[in-house]
């Protein structure tokens, strides 16, 4: 079955610190891969998304994240973290199913908190 | 741009009341999807529709649960009837064949069903 897993439900890092969020998938074909950011009472915010080149994808609020396909990863990084990076973060894949339709695929969330 | 519009933004209903829920997609936008969060269960996609067309249904839960896309600028989520477990946020989120799988999420709508 195709699937994103976020390995890691929290993650820790001091205010200045680099960070990243872990995310590995398992899908056929070349999948389109995304980073979104959610904030207490709201919607999901689009971060950034990987579809072809560049193995290093930069988004907003100084994001970026590395497609690796050998190791099937797509981890969220940034250089130094803020205090309002503190959020839910989620990966998600669009790939194709075997109706030729496409999935959406998201993985279950990685909660980042930032320390002053 | 308004983005994606949702309403009610709260409900609270009874065990075995009919809801439904509204959104309005950003224009221009033809591919729709309907999400549910809950603690347990995290994130679910639950249908999306590509040109007003389902596409992928296969994340509704039960026959209670319905959803719609009249025309391209809206679409309702229905539950019927409905029952404590589905106390969740739903988020509507929209797409364009441009943005090549990027999605727009609504503020969601926060169900209680007691």
């Known amino acids: 079955a195709q699937s994103v897993a976020q390995p890691e439900d929290q993650v820790n890092v001091a205010e200045g610190n680099p960070l990243t969020v872990k995310c590995t998938y398992s899908v056929s074909g070349n999948p389109y891969l995304f980073w979104y950011v959610q904030y207490p009472n709201r919607g999901l915010q689009f971060l950034l998304k990987y579809i072809t080149g560049d193995n290093l994808v930069k988004g907003s609020y100084g994001f970026e994240a590395e497609f690796n396909k050998s190791q099937t990863s797509f981890h969220l990084k940034k250089p130094s973290a803020l205090v309002s990076d503190s959020a839910l973060y989620f990966c998600?894949?669009?790939?194709?199913?075997?109706?030729?339709?496409?999935?959406?695929?998201f993985g279950t969330g990685t909660r980042l908190k930032v320390l002053a | 741009d308004a983005g994606v519009i949702q309403s009610p933004r709260h409900e609270v209903t009874e065990m075995g009341q009919e809801v439904t829920l509204r959104c309005k997609p950003i224009?221009?936008?033809?591919?729709l999807f309907w999400y549910r969060q809950t603690m347990m269960r995290g994130l679910e996609l639950l249908i999306y529709f590509n040109n007003n067309v389902p596409i992928d249904d296969s994340g509704m839960p039960e026959d209670r649960f319905s959803a719609k896309m009249p025309n391209a600028s809206f679409s309702t989520l229905k539950i019927q009837p409905s029952e404590p477990r589905d106390s969740a946020v739903y988020f509507c989120?929209?797409?364009?064949?441009?943005?090549?799988?990027?999605?727009?999420f609504g503020p969601g709508t926060r169900l209680t069903v007691t």
């Open positions: 998600a894949v669009r790939a194709i199913s075997t109706s030729g339709t496409y999935k959406y695929i």
């Open positions: 989120a929209t797409s364009s064949d441009r943005l090549r799988g990027e999605q727009y």
């Open positions: 224009s221009g936008h033809n591919s």
